[in-house]
């Protein structure tokens, strides 16, 4: 199946924003800030890897730079949000997408519970903090959620948890910003083709579709553009009168329920051919 590109299409909703997008040194990082620069954002790209943060600056292009920083730590985050203000004079957009998928379900020492809340709830809460103190009015908050924050599934615990939370804050954040013109969002995706899924999947996108396909009613695992369009969105003006809540950017997963869209007919039909 095609999938359509922002490529070629420049609709320049961002322009003249300046953007700062965590964990963006591969993957759904990386695909959401290339979109964003392509919407006309100047991207600051925010990791722990600088090899591979400068080549996703590299592929961007002049709007986009990378920025070192380990976001568990405040001083870092003060310096390196002071350093974008200062260059740019503003904080206009903030996604907040860096996480840790560090989990053993049940099973799951205090220290896993502490690193994965580190990096997926508090650094995210910590981060907003920072960059809203340089975010004018018409700014906007963005945290990547997951339909796993929704949902109950065998041995995961701390990921959905964090997931869960941080939709939480961003209807807390939203109300606390709301008064200053800033609005607070978070975009909620399903399976999409990102470095886990490519392990899992032995790198086949096809087959990752395949698989993908029960589970979501368009047939297939997103991509991460496509994510990245829906946060280009949310934070253009496009969306001025939205916030405090999450868009569901799954492929129609949000909307099956246990029986994943099948009638009970077809259920009992199956289990009588199974006989």
């Known amino acids: 199946m095609a999938i359509s590109t922002t490529a070629g299409r420049l609709e320049g ?7 700062i997008v965590s964990g963006a040194t591969q993957g ?3 695909d959401i800030a290339k979109v ?27 709007s986009a730079s990378y920025l070192e920083v380990d976001i568990t730590d405040d001083a870092e985050l003060d310096r390196c949000v002071a350093a ?10 903030l996604v907040n997408n860096a996480c840790s998928y560090d989990d053993s379900g049940l099973a799951s020492t205090r220290a896993q519970w502490m690193a994965t809340l580190n990096v997926n709830l508090v650094s995210a809460a910590m981060l907003t903090q920072k960059a809203v103190a340089h975010m004018p009015a018409g700014g906007t908050v963005i945290n990547v959620g997951s339909t796993g924050g929704k949902f109950g599934a065998s041995g995961r615990a701390i990921y ?19 008064p200053r013109g800033i609005r607070v969002l978070s975009v909620s995706p ?9 392990r899992m999947s032995g790198g086949d996108l096809a087959a990752a579709d395949a698989v993908g396909a029960r589970f979501h009613p ?11 369009q829906a946060i280009a969105f949310a934070a253009s003006a496009d ?20 029986d994943q869209g099948i009638s009970p007919s077809t259920w009992f039909a199956r289990l009588a051919g199974q006989r």
């Open 13 to 19: 909703r961002l322009a003249g924003r300046v953007a």
């Open 28 to 30: 759904l990082g990386a």
């Open 36 to 62: 964003l620069a392509l919407e006309g954002a100047r991207v600051f790209l925010l990791g722990r890897s600088r090899a591979a943060g400068e080549v996703v600056a590299a592929e961007i292009g002049a």
């Open 84 to 93: 974008v203000a200062a260059q740019c004079g503003a904080v206009h957009l």
């Open 160 to 178: 959905p948890a964090s997931k869960a939370a941080l939709i939480q804050i961003t209807r807390n954040f939203a109300v606390d910003l709301a």
């Open 190 to 198: 399903a399976w999409t083709w990102s470095p886990s899924v490519e």
């Open 218 to 228: 368009l047939g297939r695992v997103g991509r991460g553009e496509e994510v990245g």
């Open 239 to 258: 969306a001025s009168w939205m916030t405090g809540t999450d868009l569901a950017v799954d492929g129609g997963f949000a909307c099956l329920g246990p």
